[in-house]
């Protein structure tokens, strides 16, 4: 094998089991060590020779990317999620329809980036990247439950929303279904801020789906909702 | 396998946002691949790749190559100056010679701004401070590569426009075709490079690169130096070329210097001749004869009232010279050849000879004409006058006048002054016998001799034209004749001639004689005072013009402005910038006749030149002027910018001839002609054509002129229009409600037709593409007819004779044949015209009431007895002339049927496709293409042209020469008229060897 490929994939390994560890630090250094290495390859995007160790090279770059992504997620770190996205795309739309069988996280990271559009309100963006995927995609649960949401989302049923928080296909998701949790409870608040000229607390509360009166008063003060305080 | 692609550049911009330097570089790497392809996705992320750009942190290289992305990415949005400073920072990544369509748009901008930076900085005379080393840097670059890849004309072509003389030069010696680069360069500095200044820089250098050249061109060097105005390299060349051992190198020599006269500049080639050493062993007093004379005051004095004598004077002297030195001797020979050829002499005199052997003018149109014309017209008498003065000019042939002495002794006054100078146009180049020849009309001594001022006035502007620009020998007498006189009308005659035969001379004492008659105030002689002063000063951008304009605003008369904004226009001519200033304060005047002059001195100022910003005024002028003297002028003047690319004029003046205002149309008519004329251009035919039937009645005038201008020899062949414009001219002579005008014009135009017995063409260029001084002067003072129809003799001076004229070492006409490669009925003569027989007699019966019958019998009655009383007059004309007064009754019927080339043409076989000329030959400027040599020739071309004066090398040099051009003229000259004195025999008994016979005087019966 080649040397330089046996070095990523020891790497690799290190990285995988620092990621066991929950060693986050030593997997982000890791994380970019590799990625320096991977730039050494000309088989990889945007280049894609076709070099002797090309589908073992590809296959192993994408992997890497697919645990960058998970990374992220596991860090919370929403840019590095999209810098690292975009980066694994290439492998997945362009890649897979020559010589790279197709992965079987594909799905799983393509739905977490359709949530974490929907999480930062990039209702476009979303939908652009819906129109790219083909029909056997969208029948994928991964996908389907983010369209589902969305759709959710739009209508304004949010507790279908919150409720979707129980049925995620994959626990990665958890992280994206909180975030939608604060993101629906800012809709819902942008909202009655428009809605009503006062509100009691409990009234509040529950609108807002916060167990207690004291998570109420937290968010409000962090968010300093004038019709809120007023009513207060 | 098919290459798999990406579909985005995403993945390439996301990794840009990564912490690691190396992951940026790798995404910038792949980038600059991929740029191309994904500019749109890009350009969204161009602020973050500007920001690495900036990142004082990252290494140089990696700056660059942000640079580069940004670069092309702006390139594709379209937006070329971001692009090229971002390029400038990208250092040598820029890669000049890359093929992409990136680098071709950033590159042509990229000299672009250098070019106009360069500019810029000249013209403000600050040093090139501000320009960007890196761009210069790039420029450099490119210029290196195009040198390197053998790309010489452009690298020349950048070079020339960077002002990067240094370029240049390293460009064409580096070139493998020296020769070739070299007159590519000259061309090119000549059409492209507007500012007078830089293009003389150019020249220089030219020059200089020639001179290096172990086998200099020096036919292209002595055009250079002549355009620089250097007489010294010139001379000092010839000089060289006179001493060879090779006759070759002799022959060249004299082919410089007929290339050199064919310019008309005769300030110029009086230097160079002055400026060729005489033999050493030469006594002083041999010198002085043959040297060219500085002052004509002396060589008048040695040739007492003879005419010039050149030739025997330097003949003389050779025969001493042979005894002393041999090598002396033969120099000497060659030399005086040379000086003949330098004065223009010996060309005027093969042209004469040319013209008049083969002279095929038509009298029968002149004829037509005259019949036609009603005798009280004055105009038209003299349009006739000037037509037949025209259509004979330069072939001494005068038989129409002596025929016709009643009918032309009703010129009375001007017209007997115009009658009288058209004789000079006639003898046009006749320098050994005009004086002679004007004799009878000339002033006699004291003033008290009995001929009328107007025929004295007439025949000292008669002599003007017979010596048009070399008027050495003729200068005193005009001088004398000038200040001994005070009749005005003399006054006026003398000024013009003195101003023709000193033109471009710049001579003090000449100019404070006309100066003295300027002073006189009188409205008449003044005019031609301020117009001689332009021609005495041609070109100079003396001070002497802001004497001319100060006294433009002092004087009362009009036509003495007139007269001197003309002046003031002619002594700019040629210097283009130089002329701003002047221009500038006579388009600003209060007076429109100085505004008018204005207009003229543009256009002769940036002559030729197609000037843009010339153009522009002018269009501005002819616009918005308020008077409409001025916006004719302003149009007409575009016809002198352009001349040197006609295909452009109809295109400018197209709109401006479709005008309200007659005189923009009049302007826009002449502009065609002036500057298409001779070039039988399709466009400028139908532009014309419209024009010819305006409404109004000078609108046609001009038009009828400006088409006889553009269709100068061509025949039918060449164009179907030339012949429905031939019988359209005749149609508007033959009818009788016909406005006096365009009668006038279509006269006129019928001789320009004909001009110089259908051997001539108006030619503002020379073979060398450099201007023709006299020609374009002649045209602009013609243009002048406008208000003075004796000034319509001017465009004499723009004919140039189609002749291929090749000659031997002896600079004698070797017999000699050459190929035209093309149907002779091309370029043949028009056939002669004939009258009508067959077609008037199957027209249909009409009826007729008595009355007119009887007044038609009566007419009849007339008109028979009309030309019986011709035939006896013209008994010898050819029988189709007399023909014309039998048919009289029925053509006058029926004028529309009257035809030229009515006769069909009985052809044997099928015409052959070439044709076989023999030395002298008519080429016509269009035929000029095919003119091939025979190879099996005994003469050989030293320089390959197909027109013009042509050096022969003889192969076999041992056997006789057959020479041919000897026939004198005197043989065929018919008899002249009753009125003829028999004075004329000492004149013509002392004719130098093969020039024509001046033909008898003749006088007016008054």
Known sequence: ?232 | MAATMVSSAGALLAMLNESHPQLKQHALYNLNKFVDQFWPEISTSVPLIESLYEDEEFDRHQRQLAALVVSKVFCYLGDLNDSLSYALGAGSLFDVSEDSDYVHSLLAKAIDEYASLKAKATESNAEAANVDPRLEAIVERMLDKCIMDGKHQQAMGIAIECRRLDKLEEAITRSDNVHGTLSYCINVSHAFVSRREYRCEVLHLLVNVYQKLPYPDYLSICQCLMFLDEPEGVASILEKLLRSENKDDVLLAFQIAFDLVENEHQAFLLNVRDRLSVPKSQSSEMVQPKSSDPDPAQNNSSTASEDVQMTEGTSASIAIVQETDPNDAIYAERLTKIKGILSGETSIQLTLQFLYSHNKSDLLILKTIKQSVEMRNSVCHSATIYANAIMHAGTTVDTFLRDNLDWLSRATNWAKFSATAGLGVIHRGHLQQGRSLMRPYLPQGGSGGGGSPYSEGGALYALGLIHANHGKGIKQFLRDSLRSTNVEVIQHGACLGLGLAALGTADEDIYDDIKSALYTDSAVAGEAAGISMGLLMVGSASEKASEMLTYAHETQHEKIIRGLALGIALTVYGREEEADTLIEQMTRDQDPILRYGGMYALALAYRGTANNKAIRQLLHFAVSDVSDDVRRTAVLALGFVLYSEPEQTPRIVSLLSESYNPHVRYGAALAVGISCAGTGLSEAISLLEPLTSDVVDFVRQGALIAMAMVMVQMNEAGDSRVGTFRRQLEKIILDKHEDTMSKMGAILASGILDAGGRNVTIRLLSKTKHDKVTAVVGLAVFSQFWYWYPLIYFISLSFSPTAFIGLNYDLKVPKFEFLSNAKPSLFEYPKPTTVPTTTSAVKLPTAVLSTSAKAKARAKKEAEQKANAEKAAGAESSSAATNTGKEKSSSEKDADSVQVDSQPEKKAGPEPSFEILTNPARVVPAQEKFIKFMEDSRYAPVKFVPSGFVLLRDLQPTEPEVLSLTDAPSSTVSPAGGSATGQQGSASAMAVDEEPQPPQPFEYTS
């Open chain 1, 1 to 232: 094998m080649d040397p330089k490929l046996a070095e990523v994939s020891q790497l690799f390994e290190r990285f995988k089991a620092a990621c066991a560890r929950e060693d986050v630090d030593t997997c982000c250094n890791v994380l970019s060590k590799l990625k320096v290495l991977l730039t050494g390859f000309s088989s990889l995007p945007p280049l894609f020779e076709d070099t002797p160790n090309a589908i073992h090279e590809l296959t192993l770059a994408r992997d890497i990317y697919e645990h960058a992504v998970l990374l992220s997620v596991k860090i919370g770190d929403q840019d590095a999620f999209e810098r690292d996205f975009f980066q694994l795309k290439p492998y997945y739309t362009d890649a897979s329809s020559s010589r790279l069988p197709p992965s079987s996280q594909e799905y799983m990271i393509l739905g977490l980036n359709l949530l974490r559009l929907l999480v930062q309100n990039r209702i476009a963006e979303f939908h652009t990247e819906l129109e790219l995927l083909s029909s056997t995609a969208l029948e994928n649960p991964c996908i389907k439950h983010a369209v589902e949401l969305e759709q959710s989302f739009m209508e304004g049923a949010y507790n279908r929303v919150l409720s979707a928080k129980q049925t995620v296909p994959c626990k990665t998701y958890d992280y994206f279904m909180d975030l939608l949790a604060k993101t629906v409870r800012d809709e819902i608040a942008g909202c009655s801020e428009k809605a009503y000229g006062y509100l009691s607390v409990s009234d509040a509360r529950q609108m807002l789906l916060f167990s207690s009166d004291n998570e109420l008063l937290q968010y409000i003060k962090e968010l300093l909702l004038p019709v809120l305080y007023e009513s207060l």
